[in-house]
């Protein structure tokens, strides 16, 4: 490894012992405090390079900026995001991150649990990165590379930039953001205090990938009344709101319009929680599609459903709520089509290919386009990512820090 990648490895390696996972559960914010352990040290590491404005703030975000050096005015103020809370979905206690170096292409059997093995028929992609320096967990927790490797290539960008002033760029500002995982990373955060005019989430997977489209998001809940009577005396009088639930959701699509049978562009519906009692049970879904209109069309699918399981109960009864969760950025982001074809100029120099994508999911970047700094998502190399089998190439994270200098080059170029 030369000295950027040796940094970019310490770097990450470090980040991912600390532990930092969120909590869907929690009522707080951050919803864990640990993850401010990582947040601080990212202060106090960003003011030894010299960034001297990092600060935390009472909200759990971290704000910083590389200061311009050019002499040209009306520069954009490009931001670079990354998240430092790891999924509820898998363990990030105690993580011992083990660094692969040269791999060869084999399958990784993982030293703490021998049974957890990273085998290149079920991870193609390590096929490509042969002769990468591999970095894993070691079979009992996630590494979390997502979203740590978007950290460690943004804290490197300082580094380099500030041991580099001959490359000429505009203020570039660093946002570090909690709670990305349960979905509230931009709840609190200060747009004013931000400031920024563009902007690029770090959280991507395989090399050059660039995402501008993430799904259209609601939430909905479906709620069933029954008719509550004692069990001893209930003949022609008790209706159990529990098997009207039981019918609904066993008639939900199987082969369509849910997670299991769709990819790509399509979206669905899924029942994510249940709960209830004899006299009222509720549904929670999460509706998904990357065409917004399609929202209302999944919902009405549920709402039939919901209502032939009431008619097969008589005196049942149902109701709905829907809310607003996060709208595909691809909305925002084509009435700034440059910010785009930057990210795919800068991999273009950089000697990268760049893979237009779309994300089966949301990111910060969903909620900050909407918010006002549109924001597309770029590559990290994390892969395999909320669980025990997750990895990252050194090598892939270096290929981003290049994207992400010629980047910053261009805004100031084009300005």
Do not use: W
């Not at 954009?76 to 083990?98: E, L, N, R, W």
């Not at 290539?153 to 909690?178: M, S």
């Not at 998001?217 to 008719?227: C, E, H, Q, S, W």
């Not at 959701?249 to 319009?257: F, M, T, W």
């Amino acid at each position: 490894m030369n000295e950027r990648e040796l940094n970019l490895a310490n770097r990450f390696m470090q980040y991912a012992q600390i532990d930092t996972q969120s909590d869907p559960n929690s009522t707080d914010f951050p919803s864990t405090s640990k993850q401010l352990n990582l947040s601080m040290y990212l202060v106090e590491e960003l003011r030894e390079i010299g960034i001297d404005d990092a600060i935390l703030d009472g909200n759990g975000y971290v704000f910083a900026t590389i200061p311009g050096n050019t002499d040209k005015e009306n520069v954009q103020t490009v931001c670079f995001c990354s998240h430092v809370d790891t999924a509820p979905d898998c363990s990030g206690t105690g993580v011992k991150p083990i660094l692969h170096e040269n791999y060869d292409g084999s399958d990784i059997i993982l030293p703490d649990d021998t049974s957890q093995i990273i085998r290149t028929q079920d991870h193609p992609y390590l096929k490509e990165r042969i002769g990468d320096d591999i970095i894993t967990a070691s079979g009992t927790t996630l590494l979390g590379a997502d979203d740590k490797a978007g950290v460690a290539i943004i804290v490197e960008l300082a580094n380099y930039l500030t041991q580099h002033p001959e490359i000429k760029h505009g203020d570039i500002r660093i946002l570090f953001t909690p709670d990305e995982e349960v979905g509230q990373g931009v709840d609190k955060l200060d747009m004013d205090r931000l400031n920024a005019d563009v902007g690029y989430t770090l959280d991507g997977g395989v090399r050059g990938s660039l995402e501008g489209d993430t799904f259209s998001a609601n939430a909905m809940t479906v709620t069933f009344k029954g008719v509550s009577a004692h069990p001893g005396y209930a003949k022609g009088k008790m209706v159990s709101a529990m098997k009207v639930m039981a019918r609904f959701i066993g008639s939900l699509p199987k082969d369509a319009l849910t997670p299991e049978a769709t990819e790509r562009e399509q979206g669905f519906v899924h029942p994510v929680a249940v709960s209830g009692v004899l006299e009222e049970s509720k549904v929670d879904f999460i509706i998904r599609d990357f065409n917004t209109a399609k929202l209302l069309d999944h919902q009405n699918v549920v709402i039939q459903l919901a209502q032939e399981a009431v008619d097969a109960f008589p005196g049942s009864s149902f109701s709905t709520e829907v809310k607003e969760q996060y709208r595909n950025m691809r909305e925002v982001l084509d009435k700034h089509p440059h910010i785009e074809a930057n990210a795919v100029e800068a991999m273009k120099r950089a000697g990268i290919t760049p893979k237009p994508d779309l994300v089966r999911g949301g990111t910060d970047g969903s909620r900050l386009s909407f918010m006002g700094l549109p924001c597309p998502n770029i590559f990290t190399g994390e892969m395999a990512i909320h669980s025990k089998h997750e990895y990252v190439s050194v090598q892939d994270m270096d290929a981003a820090l290049s994207t992400l200098i010629e980047l910053v080059q261009i805004y100031e170029e084009t300005a």
